[in-house]
């Protein structure tokens, strides 16, 4: 299966910047997700990152917040951007499984904004 | 709404025992459903998933049994262990969801010893 490679792995940043999450896959892969997991809940999609178009936002996140890229079939970028502490949560990277076989998930980038 | 109702909240069961976690979801075009277990600063990791057109799969000492007419799935933790203290997350999709997972709220299972 997919092994995800997803850097940070944590980081504390001050309130007002800009923090870019890179999610880096073994594998070309067709669909790749971004979740925000705050702290002790369940899984919230960001937004889908399709290669070569526009990323696809989830009701309630925007791109101007959470601008996406995605050059090529084994990479993708989130970027959080005028942090706020609210913002604080793990963020996932997560990609579908060669064959059909579901989807795996990356080990998430612990994000404190202070 | 609430696309997937998932309980207890958290469970408490004796090694050795079986755990039982619940989900129950809405739309009746969903045609993946996965399990995922997460240690704490993990990711969530694919634990077992089935498709609608069968109503139990079994790998190990987990068994995911499906009813479609009830629209629910169970996760089963047979001869559970300390080891299996995780929260642990079902999850919905499917092509009419264009793929994209809908998690429950999870479950924190503690196996004591």
């Known amino acids: 299966s997919a092994v995800i490679s997803q850097k940070p792995s944590r980081d504390i940043c001050q309130r007002g910047t800009s923090l870019t999450i890179q999610c880096q896959v073994d594998?070309?892969?067709?669909?790749m997700f971004w979740y925000r997991q705050q702290p002790g809940q369940s899984l919230t999609l960001i937004a889908t990152?399709?290669?070569?178009?526009?990323?696809?936002?989830e009701s309630g996140f925007v791109i101007d917040k959470f601008p996406i890229s995605r050059p090529n079939l084994t990479f993708s970028t989130l970027t959080v951007s005028n942090m706020s502490p609210e913002d604080s949560s793990i963020y996932l990277c997560?990609?579908?499984?060669?064959?059909?076989?579901?989807?795996?998930f990356g080990s998430g980038t612990r994000l404190t904004v202070v | 709404q609430q696309q997937v109702k998932q309980s207890p909240q958290s469970l408490i069961v004796q090694k050795g025992g079986i755990s039982i976690i619940n989900c129950a979801y809405e739309?009746?075009?969903?045609?993946?459903f996965p399990w995922y277990q997460q240690f704490p600063g993990k990711g969530p990791a694919l634990l077992i998933a089935?498709?609608?057109?069968?109503s139990e799969k079994k790998e190990g000492r987990f068994t995911i049994s499906f009813n479609k007419s009830a629209k629910q799935f169970s996760l089963h933790i047979m001869d559970s262990q300390p080891g299996d203290s995780a929260t642990y997350f079902c999850?919905?999709?499917?092509?009419?969801?264009?793929?994209?997972?809908?998690f429950g709220s999870g479950t924190r299972l503690l196996v004591r010893p």
């Open positions: 594998s070309q892969v067709t669909m």
């Open positions: 990152a399709n290669q070569g178009s526009e990323a696809t936002y």
């Open positions: 739309n009746t075009a969903f045609d993946y």
């Open positions: 997560s990609v579908d499984i060669p064959g059909g076989r579901g989807y795996t």
């Open positions: 999850a919905v999709g499917g092509v009419d969801s264009s793929y994209k997972l809908i």
């Open positions: 089935i498709r609608p057109d069968v």
